[in-house]
């Protein structure tokens, strides 16, 4: 090859990689655009995005008061409960009996929604955590050294 073909060449391989450069820059200037445009209408999403998640912790929140509120009533129905048969049991032994037998009832059943309670805890933490593994995976491009090795 002569000179000039060589140089031709290496200016239409610059030229072609400054066209691509260009096309890239009008590429960014538009989606810039694009993006400022679309902010009156993004702002507002992202407000109702954030209030539906406050929300939905308020409510999750709630359940969980009104669980331990639930637990913490059924505990204390056994306590009386077991206090008044033993008081009432001298007097009227049916009656006293009926009182133990709340109490312990209530008792055994606060100790088995406990149980239950932590069983379904440690399947919601498990789900939250493969959710949040999942997300990260999807969202997050692994390194070369992540790629090597499987999360």
Known sequence: MSEQ???GTASKGQSRSSVQATKNNVKTV???VLALLSTPVTIPI???VAALLFAMVAVLGSLVVAVVAIVFSVMA???VGIVAGIFVIWQTPWTGLFYLGIGLFSLGACIIGWLILKWFGSKVVWALSWAAK???RRF???SRAERGRKL
């Open 5 to 7: 073909e060589t140089k």
């Open 134 to 136: 999942g997300i990260y």
């Open 77 to 79: 129905l056994g306590v």
């Open 30 to 32: 538009w989606l810039i």
């Open 140 to 142: 997050i491009p692994r």
């Open 46 to 48: 992202l407000i109702v």
